[in-house]
């Protein structure tokens, strides 16, 4: 099982529709959560972050996080062509052998969206 | 406020050839991670440095190595480069060792021929 798995693309949404992302995880212990956005051949841009269960919002994107479920996913609302993308899921993890993750991220494998006129 | 500066852009290298890329973190971000893209594989960590010191390694080999600088600047090397080795190489910096957000560069795009 991978450590962070994201649903398989790529995702097609018309114009204004809402594109939904999602994101699981394996490490129970993981506490931060991100959602990062790449353009094609330009790097990762953090959009969102997420550390406790529900939902967090911020303009037309909702992150929402279920720890029990090991999930978390990304709502863009009013979606527009410009949000055509690779998005990441990342994880803040896994524990190393001395107990810690510090700064490492686990991605996920990334869901390409195209968003039509 | 300035971003996460790496570079070269681009680098093309032949095979066993090694190779230096480094990396600006913003002002005050004292962590700096690397990464790793390619599109088999996917954003691979490699290791991540804070007050000069590696925190954390990822499963490459020996090849890879890094450093840090007291003004939080860092280096990664490639030694004895290898055609798998070509993908995008990202700096990532936070401003503590732990669970605050990362910001990427724009990266260095390797090439080994």
């Known amino acids: 099982q991978k450590e962070v798995e994201q649903n398989s693309g790529p995702l097609s949404v018309p114009e204004g529709a809402i594109a939904s992302l999602n994101c699981t995880y394996s490490d129970r212990g993981s506490q931060s959560f991100f959602w990062y956005r790449q353009y094609s051949g330009k790097s990762p841009e953090l959009i969102m972050s997420?550390?406790?269960?529900g939902d967090k919002e911020d303009g037309r994107f909702t992150a929402q996080l279920n720890k029990a479920s090991q999930y978390v996913s990304l709502l863009i609302r009013d979606s527009q062509p410009s949000d055509s993308a690779t998005y990441l899921c990342a994880v803040k993890g896994p524990l190393n052998a001395g107990g810690t993750s510090y700064g490492k991220l686990t991605f996920g494998q990334g869901t390409i969206l195209t968003v039509h006129p | 406020k300035a971003g996460v500066t790496q570079t070269p852009r681009y680098l093309i290298k032949t095979r066993g050839q090694q190779v230096t890329l480094s990396c600006s973190p913003i002002?005050?971000?004292?962590?700096v991670s690397w990464y790793q893209q390619t599109p088999g594989q996917g954003l691979q960590f490699l290791f991540e440095?804070?007050?000069?010191?590696?925190?954390n390694k990822g499963n490459f080999p020996g090849r890879f190595s890094g450093r840090q600088f007291s003004n939080s600047r860092s280096e990664m090397n490639v030694s004895t480069l290898e055609l798998g080795d070509s993908a995008l190489y990202l700096c990532?910096?936070?401003?503590?060792?732990?669970?605050?957000?990362?910001?990427f560069g724009q990266g260095t795009r390797l090439t080994v021929v």
């Open positions: 440095y804070f007050s000069e010191t590696q925190r």
């Open positions: 002002s005050g971000h004292r962590s």
């Open positions: 990532a910096s936070r401003f503590d060792r732990g669970g605050t957000e990362a910001f």
């Open positions: 997420i550390y406790s269960n």
